[in-house]
């Protein structure tokens, strides 16, 4: 593996097209791995837990980033990316003891390496580091890995009670449904059937559960769904009914928890049930939110026979029934309760501010106005308001509550995020965002924002430049011209020193891991710019050409040798043309307008122009379809009605937000990116034949030769075009 410098840079933006008042954002921490959840200890600093095992600490005033601890988990790899094994495991969620500050003990959830079970454990801190070897487990719930199974939750909150609350998912594989209830009672088809998790009273899957931390382990406290003694329920559960309750937040006043529920994928009602709806949950006290056998506001599922997909008995939501053969709980489950909101891929007439397209809900914090707190991000109207957000519409609303805790309005409240996937509010009122990346999996780009309201004060913008020689500059633009101190900080394992002040540094100072400008104006805002020392990068590709020639032109070939580490069958080889124009933009590109309406539409939560995602790129879109002339209208088709398979396992939904005009603009540029390109796949020597000339095309330009394999760097040189 080789090492390089890995330059970014932490900028502070101005988010003045909200609702409400504006507010302002500095980004703390950046260049994490799958982020999943934070959890804000009382001296300010903020714990992260990331999906492949990485537990860190950040301090906000600086920007520094600690690895803690690494906890042996079983997570999907990006070697072996396309696994139907453990989808969605790993280090899953996080939270600090209500006496933290005194016991240095926290809580992790996890897919244990050694066990196919998820299990949640008490830590301890020693010298600040997680030391492993004071786990002790408090709950082992066994789980599926296999056939593509999902929904593990995860998320960990204190109440003001001091009981520990703990969400988990329905562990079950969604596919197999198309979409609807995944009830499926047939012999070897159990790891798609919710029955026997979230619908079960006695199993931990797929609910809500509380407990009360002991030294030696737990208690079981009053108020939960069921009392101890019976065979068959368990008393830990506070709510039952869940598909993947992913995040949660408890009232810091009342103790209600809030939950956003993942919902199914069905784009329409059917004879086998509703459309599928998100959802965000309120539970005052303990009970059933209905799944798999209702969702929404109580939207019925009827029993189904998957082995002819007849349908039977439609679900009484006031006395709902599991008649499963996998249930090992109770067949007379208590009344189904309805969401707090709901909303499906299309248009809601019930909550129109929720928008349209992919889903994935969340719930945040709860605010209430203080005056005596040095932050409040909202104001005194909005009081007792209860903040959501959605990990693929990347919003975030503020939903008021009256005083029995009902709804009464929503508003958005932030809009542009980045895979918004945990939040919490600090004493002072201060608001931390963790956003996940811009990936499904493998972000290396996940970030922390800390959100506070404008002060009429903006901070510096900075930016680090690696001058060579370990020489580094700083460049500083503050938005009121106000003159800034430059303060150069490094880290060292568990160490951060100032090493100097002033706009250039260089480093003269063995092992630092990450060098830091910190920025500060005369009015105390502060902006942070990072340079992370000794990354570790992927493996390279390299080329060979036998015979390289000084230009090449349309329609000849290019010989070529790839070496590297890879799989051959993995191996693409491509050439883009680029037109003599004086300027790239370093990859393909849409146009401008296209571009415009694909991020107001939101694909980009599923794909990226030249980089697979949850969903193709939509260069390889491009080039599948390249020869195929139904191939805009038979898109356009799957654009309207949703599909699954052509690229992988999770379905596209409904496109409802995009009319019959807006999906050929869409996709008329999508399918444009071929032009100009050649691609050879499965070859690590061979010929390459550039494509003909494109319409108008000029003398001149150049070829970018590029080949890409998962899990390498990938080879690129430019050769002129004749």
């Given amino acids: 593996m080789k090492?390089?410098?890995?330059?970014?840079?932490?900028?502070?933006?101005?988010?003045?097209?909200?609702?409400?008042?504006?507010?302002?954002?500095?980004?703390?921490?950046?260049?994490?791995?799958?982020?999943?959840?934070?959890?804000?200890?009382?001296?300010?600093?903020?714990?992260?837990?990331?999906?492949?095992?990485?537990?860190?600490?950040?301090?906000p005033a600086t920007g520094t980033m600690f690895v803690i601890g690494q906890v042996p988990v079983t997570a999907l790899k990006e070697e072996?990316?396309?696994?139907?094994?453990?989808?969605?495991?790993?280090?899953?969620?996080?939270?600090?003891?209500?006496?933290?500050?005194?016991?240095?003990?926290?809580?992790?959830?996890?897919?244990?390496?050694?066990?196919?079970?998820?299990?949640?454990?008490?830590?301890?801190?020693?010298d600040g580091l997680l030391d492993l070897s004071s786990e002790q487990m408090l709950l082992e719930i066994p789980s599926d890995r296999r056939d593509r199974v999902c929904h593990h939750g995860g998320s960990l909150a204190f109440g003001k009670d001091g009981l520990l609350y703990l969400s988990t998912g329905d562990n079950t594989n969604p596919f197999e449904s198309n979409g609807v209830a995944p009830i499926d009672d047939r012999d070897g088809h159990d790891h798609a059937n919710a029955m026997r998790s979230a619908g079960n009273t006695n199993d931990l899957r797929g609910k809500v559960l509380r407990i009360k931390p002991t030294e030696k382990g737990y208690e079981i406290p009053e108020g939960n769904l069921f009392p101890t003694g019976n065979a068959k329920a368990r008393p830990e559960i506070f709510v039952m009914g869940c598909r993947n309750p992913f995040r949660m937040s408890i009232d810091p006043k009342t103790n209600t928890v809030y939950w956003g529920e993942v919902g199914p994928d069905a784009g329409n009602p059917s004879d086998k049930g509703p459309a599928g709806h998100d959802e965000v949950n309120q539970a005052k006290t303990a009970g059933n939110h209905g799944w798999p056998f209702v969702i929404a506001d109580n939207q019925p599922y009827p029993l189904v026979d998957f082995t002819n997909g007849t349908t039977g008995v439609m679900t009484d939501p006031k006395a709902p029934k599991n008649p499963s053969k996998l249930n090992t709980g109770l067949t007379d489950l208590p009344p189904a309760r309805q969401a707090l909101i709901w909303y499906p891929y299309a248009d809601s007439e019930k909550f129109p501010l929720m928008?349209?397209?992919?889903?994935?809900?969340?719930?945040?914090?709860?605010?209430?106005?203080?005056?005596?707190?040095?932050?409040?991000?909202?104001?005194?109207?909005?009081?007792?308001?209860?903040?959501?957000?959605?990990?693929?519409?990347?919003?975030?609303?503020?939903?008021?509550?009256?005083?029995?805790?009902?709804?009464?309005?929503?508003?958005?409240?932030?809009?542009?995020?980045?895979?918004?996937?945990?939040m919490e509010m600090a004493a002072d009122g201060s608001l931390f965002l963790l956003e996940y990346g811009s990936e499904w999996y493998?972000?290396?780009?996940?970030?922390?924002?800390?959100?506070?309201?404008?002060?009429?004060?903006?901070?510096?913008?900075?930016?680090?430049?690696?001058?060579?020689?370990?020489?580094?500059?700083?460049?500083?633009?503050?938005?009121?011209?106000?003159?800034?101190?430059?303060?150069?900080?490094?880290?060292?394992?568990?160490?951060?020193?100032?090493?100097?002040?002033?706009?250039?540094?260089?480093?003269?100072?063995?092992?630092?891991?990450?060098?830091?400008?910190?920025?500060?104006?005369?009015?105390?805002?502060?902006?942070?710019?990072?340079?992370?020392?000794?990354?570790?990068?992927?493996?390279?590709?390299?080329?060979?050409?036998?015979?390289?020639?000084?230009?090449?032109?349309?329609?000849?070939?290019?010989?070529?040798?790839?070496?590297?580490?890879?799989?051959?069958?993995?191996?693409?080889?491509?050439?883009?043309?680029?037109a003599p124009t004086g300027h790239d933009a370093g990859g393909p590109v849409l146009p401008g307008e296209a571009a415009k309406l694909i991020e107001a539409k939101q694909c980009l939560a599923c794909h990226q122009v030249d980089t697979n995602s949850v969903g193709p790129s939509y260069l390889n879109v491009a080039m599948r379809y390249r020869d195929d002339p139904a191939a805009l209208k038979n898109l356009q088709k799957k654009l309207s009605t949703g599909g699954a398979g052509a690229w992988g396992e999770i379905p596209m939904p409904p496109q409802a937000a995009v009319n019959e005009q807006e999906s050929a603009e869409i996709l008329q540029a999508i399918l444009g990116l071929s032009q100009g390109m050649a691609e050879l796949k499965s070859k690590s020597a061979g010929e390459l034949r550039m494509p003909a000339a494109p319409e108008g095309a000029a003398a001149g330009g150049a070829w970018e030769i590029i080949a890409t394999a998962p899990m390498h760097t990938s080879a690129k040189i430019r050769i002129p075009a004749k």
């Fill in 3 to 59: 090492k390089s410098p890995l330059l970014c840079f932490l900028s502070l933006v101005l988010l003045s097209d909200l609702a409400s008042a504006a507010l302002l954002t500095t980004f703390i921490a950046s260049d994490l791995r799958d982020p999943m959840e934070i959890s804000l200890a009382p001296n300010g600093d903020v714990f992260v837990v990331e999906r492949e095992g990485r537990v860190l600490r950040v301090v």
């Fill in 80 to 126: 072996n990316k396309n696994s139907s094994w453990a989808r969605e495991d790993g280090l899953l969620g996080i939270t600090l003891d209500p006496d933290f500050a005194k016991n240095q003990r926290l809580y992790l959830y996890y897919s244990a390496a050694d066990k196919m079970l998820n299990r949640l454990s008490r830590f301890s801190l020693k």
């Fill in 355 to 422: 928008g349209t397209g992919g889903r994935n809900a969340m719930a945040g914090p709860v605010f209430y106005y203080d005056a005596k707190r040095p932050h409040n991000i909202l104001g005194e109207a909005d009081d007792r308001s209860l903040i959501t957000f959605e990990w693929m519409r990347n919003k975030a609303w503020k939903v008021k509550l009256d005083e029995n805790e009902n709804f009464v309005k929503m508003e958005v409240l932030l809009d542009g995020l980045q895979h918004p996937m945990d």
């Fill in 442 to 578: 493998f972000n290396t780009n996940g970030r922390i924002r800390l959100i506070l309201p404008d002060s009429g004060n903006q901070a510096p913008q900075v930016k680090i430049e690696d001058r060579g020689n370990k020489t580094y500059a700083v460049t500083v633009n503050d938005p009121e011209n106000q003159k800034c101190e430059v303060v150069w900080y490094g880290t060292k394992g568990q160490k951060d020193a100032v090493l100097g002040k002033g706009e250039n540094y260089t480093l003269n100072i063995d092992g630092v891991e990450q060098l830091r400008a910190v920025v500060t104006d005369e009015k105390g805002q502060r902006g942070i710019a990072r340079v992370l020392l000794n990354a570790a990068t992927m493996p390279e590709l390299t080329f060979s050409f036998p015979k390289k020639p000084s230009a090449i032109g349309f329609g000849e070939t290019l010989t070529f040798q790839v070496a590297g580490a890879m799989q051959e069958k993995d191996l693409v080889v491509r050439a883009r043309y680029i």
